[in-house]
């Protein structure tokens, strides 16, 4: 399993060395619900941080991540798998319906992403140990599969998401 509910991100930031510097790409910061009206503008925000998370992973490191081959079913690129199942579980799970933000951490042996909601936390250890939800989406299919650690800011109450990926 690597679902990691014991793992916390200043362990991961040991574990690739981190290097003083990480991104924030804000996609909804108010504590409103995503609705018809706002939609549009939310969710087109929340793609551009996806591109925009994956271009700068591939040239800070070099890499040749891409969100389509997740449309595509490419599963050994974890990078697009976990921003597209996470930002697809918070669009649709979480209280205000829409992802606060993506952040990125950038370390020598690797980086980190999380994937942030506001409001109501959700409890992801009781959700990965029930299967709850388990017909609806893949995320957590993906996460107990996934080569690289998933883990959550705390695993009962918890409102972001992380992949660590090393290298």
Not at 30 to 51: F, H, M, P, W
Request: glycine letters at 4%; hydrophobic letters at 35%; one cysteine or more.
């Amino acid at each position: 399993m690597v679902i990691h509910f014991e793992h916390t991100l200043q362990n991961a930031l040991r574990e690739i060395n981190f290097v003083e510097h990480s991104e924030t790409f804000v996609v909804h910061n108010d504590e409103k619900t995503r609705i018809l009206s706002n939609s549009c503008e939310i969710v087109e925000k929340y793609g551009q941080a996806k591109n925009d998370v994956v271009k700068l992973i591939n040239d800070v490191y070099g890499r040749n991540f891409d969100l389509h081959n997740w449309i595509e079913r490419k599963t050994d690129d974890e990078v697009s798998y976990f921003l597209s199942e996470a930002g697809s579980n918070v669009l649709n799970y979480s209280q205000f319906k829409a992802p606060s933000s993506f952040n990125v951490w950038f370390g020598k042996k690797g980086f980190i992403i999380g994937v942030e909601q506001k409001g109501k936390s959700f409890n992801a250890k009781f959700v990965h140990d029930n299967n709850v939800k388990s017909n609806e989406g893949m995320a957590f299919s993906f996460f107990k599969r996934c080569q690289n650690k998933i883990f959550f800011d705390h695993p009962q109450d918890s409102n972001i998401v992380y992949l660590e990926f090393l290298f």
